[in-house]
Nanobody, 123 residues
């Protein structure tokens, strides 16, 4: 069992930055690939970014490429999402998730989820 706790959300003006953190419990964090999803009001939860268990491979949805960066610190059992040049359309609840399976990008590829952190970008 893995427990994930997100933090770092908040209200920011368009063009601003936020860094989300996700702290994971357990001694096996380093064996999990990690992902970030988001869900805006009235919309489906969507993939944002994914990082391999050792951090060597990262993947992003097209709308955040060049603006968001996912990273991890296995010594701290933490994964991060640095979000720059934020836009109002980035407003959503952001969820951290983990998987030991090989896929990524789909909700069904992941096994454990955090409770989410709200990000609101004002225009």
């Amino acid at each position: 069992q893995v427990q994930l706790v997100e933090s770092g959300g908040g209200l920011v003006q368009a063009g601003g930055s936020l860094r989300l953190s996700c702290a994971a419990s357990g001694r096996t964090f380093g064996s999990y690939a990690m992902g970030w999803f988001r869900q805006a009001p009235g919309k489906d939860r969507e993939f944002v970014a994914h990082i391999s268990w050792y951090g060597g491979n990262t993947y992003y949805t097209d709308s955040v490429k060049g603006r968001f960066t996912i990273s991890r610190d296995n010594a701290k059992n933490t994964v991060y999402l640095q979000m720059n040049s934020l836009k109002p359309e980035d407003t959503a609840v952001y969820y951290c998730t983990s998987t030991r399976r090989g896929g990524f990008g789909s909700i069904d590829d992941y096994d454990y989820w955090g409770q989410g952190t709200q990000v609101t970008v004002s225009s």
